[in-house]
């Protein structure tokens, strides 16, 4: 069969293009194949990029005047290297060439000659039947998982929480994370489609590549969903319609509603930037060694207390409401704590407690000051305080 | 003898002067006294910060409110991680406490107590007598410092290839620097007083944080020189004068005139911007391997080009004025050229060849359009090729 290529291609969509196909591929590959891209050019249907790392796949299809319809296999990262370094929105041929055995990219006075694979050795990509299939605006979907993602176990030794939780809660979809110690739980208004979807597991590599793929994006976004695998549409580009699919996280999410749906009585109010500021300094002698903080609440004020045998002692006031008459002491892991606070954008925030030990929610408060205009996403955190040291 | 403290210091001004501290000092130290800083406060002058790693030395003296003069060491990098979270701008208060035995660090509702260590264990700065002392602009130094030091060998396999020569030569005052490779040499004009100082070799180390101190800064800095030592004192922010202090490397620096007093005759010259990305394209196939590009030069055009036989060839073309009637073949590491010619900052660039392997001579090209507002500096590079590869 014969296989000749020739196409003309602007130099930002290609780029663009390129950049996705490099994040699922790494530049050193066992098996070589696997840092190439499929390169497959018809002159109906344009240029159609797929990069696989077998759990991962994205395609790109992109717009552009392809001369002759062609196959090769490209290596991805040298390919990227070339092209950015081309005149910025330039046009850039690419072309097969029988004399060389290899492909030309050429622009401007410039001429590369790049050797190709064989495209029949690329790696089949399976084609997924999808059980559900939603559309959702991509800032809705960038926030929620922004938001999820702060909870999620950081390192890799318990894959179920190594992701976001997403299953459908009456007409709201809900993403979920959680490491144990917190909880996060976002949930917003379902499309009708999606509150029949089974409940899944997203990795956290997905999420990120998803959230990179969002950013380059203010459109919809469609959504696919099997059992074992999700995938993410959308016009990622002008000119670049991206499908970008993965492979679910095979197991089961821990029962975290009973951390959640608590009937903590003890509310406590305050200002959200002076709490993360107050937490910040008074963590800084505690870094790197029990990164505990005290919180002595009184119905007025709260007292944030930090204590380190070798370094010292730190100490910080803030105002609060709180409406329990008597004081109240509990210890935080200061990281969890600011990291759940700095997810929550209204100026006050709602810390419902319980006793020193058990599952404290926080919260938006948004009885005051709704600022929000976000009116279909609510969000709730739960955090497991630590030991009170005598101090 | 009573040893007590208290002094009331800006914020911002503090967390500047703890910033250089911190330049020098590392975190983690075998010996604790050294990730410590001597703090002196007197009435009279003010505040003093002093931080050493042994080989180099920095002196801070800020302007301050000393109510109360004392000497106490406290941990460098905690000081700092507390100083930059306060309000900036804030009036912070530093007092010693006989009650905790500790120096308290106060500021609105924060306040925090540091475990100080004994000032006698502070390591003895010595008082060097320095032989030659002249004053110079920052904005010279800098730039004459950031474009020799282009040619410094990177890895620490030669202490006296590890830095910047500086010597004078007639009236100027010149910084060379090469790592066998090529060479680097700015000449400035040189103050009368350095016009006899010894040459010397300033460190790599030392060299990255004088750059550092001057770009904080905007005035003249003064410069004093001993057998085995250099000093840098300048105003480095409002309120603060910073004596930076280090150890010179104890070396002969090579003989490197001869590589730039050659009698180069063939001249190529050509647009700057353009031989830049035209390297830097071409570069791409051969970046991980040999790094060799070849330029294929005659009267009035180039050919750069590189090939790699696993991954494919490159080729570009750029116009350029050449004379010499015979065509010229030469082979250059990339990035070497690269790295030269990034510090040229006049629009087009002379080359002076003699043959395909002797040191080739790389210029800013003032001949057309000299736009350089330096006429006090004049730049000189020299560049080894590289066997011609057969393609």
New interface residues.
Partial sequence: MENNMKLIINQKVLEKALVHANWIIERKQAVPILGYILVEASTEAGLKLTATNMDMTIVDLIECEVLEGGRFCL?AG?LL??IK??KPGADIVLEHSSQNN?ILVTSN???????YMDPEGFPPIANTTYDVEFSMNTGVMKDAINIAKVAMLQDNTRFHLNGIHMHPEGDKLRFVATDLYRIACVSISAPVEAQSMPPIIVSKRTVGEVLKLIDASSEEVKVSVSENRIAFSLKSAPGIQTEFSARLINGTFPEYKAAIEVMNDKILSLNTEDFI??I???S??V?NSSNSIKLHIQSDKMVLSGISH?????????DVVFNSPEPFDICFNSRYLLEVLKEITTPQVKVLLATSSSSTIIQPDNSEDNSEDTPDMSMIFAVMPVEIVQS
């Avoid at 070798?310 to 803030?318: K, R």
Wanted: hydrophobic share 40%; net charge negative.
């Fill in positions: 290596p040298l290297d070339i370094k081309m290899a006075r410039s001429s590369f000659s790049i050797n500021e107050a910040d300094r008074v800084t002698v870094l070798e370094l010292g002692s730190a100490e910080e006031e803030v």
